[in-house]
């Protein structure tokens, strides 16, 4: 390649662009001057001019855009820019801004990041992934964008899901960004808005299922495990019987798990056993109800049982203690069409055939099951917008004298409800937790990214064979032993990369005791863990390994 060509490739590429701070000497060897301002500038200034940008921008959307337009020109500068402030970061790269990155995808797509697979592609997904830029690749984040956050169906707008998923890989858990893939399978979409838009970048036809769907998802787990042996993946935003049924079908056969069921049941519910003890009340003896029983309000319900028998009660009384509310109400063994994660969640109708409904009530929802269960503690996953309402609220706090509500369904479009109402109706006696950042003192941010950066150091470093429940159990005993401080249940956001690391060693070590980890020492595991934690800075190394290629 000609010299002046050369240069040009290093300055388009994001893993080996340093923009201004290529120094003197690297310009003179690799051909870079008159292609770059005369001044010499540092990581720092770097930051500092990014930041300034930022905060002349007239709103999140806007900040986000630009954000991933520096992570597509400049790998380094972005991850040291978001690790630099990571509690102001981190909405913007993720929730709650990702919500409407998703919605409005195609109209800030610029460069390729990542890979869509789509389902007219579907005999070329080897040839995709033989590409040599992915033979570092250590951690797939995937999804098919048919549920994203509390949003619905957004097609191919969902890679916005992985690339924000993988930001945090590496803020937290330090992953380089070459070892990192976003993959969006790309089967359609249902969402007829999305279709009929003309800048939408994805296939336009309607959702490939059944049959046809099962092989395509089975063509990309043989493709990867061919390719890339080893590699972690992370299914993400799939529908919810989509998402029990790859989960099931795959967590045995390659380092998997998925984070909408297992990582937020492990957040929430790390979450409650680092605040339960302020309610006065030993976790075996609070009331359950789960408001929203798809993949993660199901999957917060299983782990919670799991729990539960740890502290002492059975199967039975562990799940006696749980009322799960869904979009029919509450969810009574009778109801016909129940998902099968829904069945072990019903309950008899013998359990509340002597509750007082008021006339006419033929559905038990949320307000009757609280009014009737009593729970201490409250639980959203629904993505229904203000379900917790003030009757609902002040009913609950009627009967308890701190209750636990968490309103965790994403964007804040899509929260059951305003931690400051819940505090209102409450007289400032609730524990509440939100899935969004809210801002408001004394609420504590429920987000996945306490869980699933560490789980994934900790499987890779242990060189597990499969992700277990147990590990999840680990990690969330861990995050709950971790705490907070100035009121809030969990560690200050500004610590998420030492949260990463503490997870990673409970969940590795939980991969030994399980049986699933090749390697067998503590030693070596903390050892590989602070090797893998990769820091954002720049090397005259990159630069030199660049001009060689």
């Known amino acids: 390649m000609p010299s002046h060509l050369a240069a ?4 388009s590429d994001p893993l080996t662009n340093k923009g201004t701070a290529f120094s003197e000497a690297e310009r003179d060897a690799l051909g870079l001057h008159g292609l770059l301002p005369p001044h010499v500038g540092t990581l720092d200034s770097q930051i500092a001019r990014r930041r300034r940008a930022l905060d002349g921008m007239a709103d999140n959307f806007q900040r986000y855009a630009f954000l991933r337009d520096l992570q597509d020109s400049n790998e380094v500068l972005f991850h040291a820019l978001v690790q630099s402030d990571l509690p102001h970061m981190l909405p913007l790269v993720y929730t709650p801004t990702v919500g409407d990155a998703c919605e409005r995808f195609s109209e800030i797509w610029r460069r390729s990041r990542g890979l869509f697979l789509s389902y007219p592609n579907r005999h070329r997904m080897a040839e995709i992934l033989s590409d040599p830029a992915y033979d570092r690749v250590k951690v797939i984040v995937v999804s098919d964008g048919e549920r994203v956050l509390g949003l619905g169906d957004q097609g191919a707008g969902g890679m916005g899901i992985p690339i924000g998923k993988l930001a945090l890989y590496t803020a937290c858990a330090g992953f380089h960004p070459a070892e990192v893939l976003p993959i969006l399978l790309d089967v359609g979409t249902d969402n007829v808005a999305r279709r009929e838009d003309p800048l939408y970048i994805g296939w336009r036809e309607a959702r490939v299922r059944g049959a046809q769907y099962d092989a395509f998802l089975e063509m990309f787990v043989a493709a990867v495990e061919q390719r890339l042996p080893g590699v972690l993946l992370q299914w993400e ?3 919810g019987k989509n998402a029990y049924d790859l989960l099931g079908r795959y967590r045995h056969r390659l380092l998997s798990f998925n984070d909408d069921i297992q990582g937020t049941a492990a957040t929430a519910v790390g979450t409650l056993i680092g605040g339960v003890h302020r309610t006065g009340l030993p976790l075996a003896r609070h009331t359950f109800v789960l ?17 539960l028998m740890s502290e002492g009660l059975d199967e039975a009384a562990a799940r006696q203690r749980i009322w799960a509310v869904d979009r029919d109400g509450l969810i009574v063994s009778d109801m016909p069409d129940l998902a099968p994660q829904q069945i072990p969640l019903a309950r008899p109708r013998s359990d509340v055939a002597h509750w007082p409904l008021e006339a006419g009530v033929t559905r038990i929802g949320l307000y009757e099951t609280i009014a009737n269960a009593r729970p201490t503690v409250l639980i959203g996953a629904s993505g229904q917008f203000a379900a917790f309402d003030e009757h609902c609220i002040r009913e609950m706090a009627r009967h308890c004298e701190h209750p636990v509500i968490f309103p965790l369904s994403n964007p804040i ?4 409800a305003n931690p400051a109402d819940v505090l209102a109706w409450t007289e400032g006696r ?3 937790g939100s899935g969004s950042p809210f801002g408001i003192p004394g609420v504590t941010q429920v987000n996945n990214v306490y869980i699933f950066p560490g789980v994934g150091l900790g499987a890779l470093a242990a060189g597990a064979r499969e992700v277990t429940d147990g590990m999840f159990l680990a990690a969330a005993r861990c995050l709950g032993r971790l705490g907070g401080s100035n ?17 990673a060693v409970a969940v590795a070590l939980q991969a030994m005791d399980d049986d699933v980890a090749t390697i067998t020492s503590a030693d070596k595991i903390n050892a590989a863990i602070d090797s893998a934690m990769w820091e954002p800075r720049y090397s005259v190394e990159m630069a030199g390994a660049a001009r060689s290629a």
């Open 291 to 307: 408001f929203g029983a798809g993949a993660a309000g199901s999957g917060i319900a299983e782990m919670l049982v799991s729990v």
């Open 413 to 416: 479009s899509r929260a059951e």
């Open 8 to 11: 040009r490739a290093l300055l």
């Open 487 to 503: 009121g809030s249940l969990l560690p200050e956001i500004a610590n998420l990369r030492l949260v990463a690391r503490e997870i």
């Open 430 to 432: 609730a524990i509440v």
């Open 237 to 239: 935003d799939f529908a």
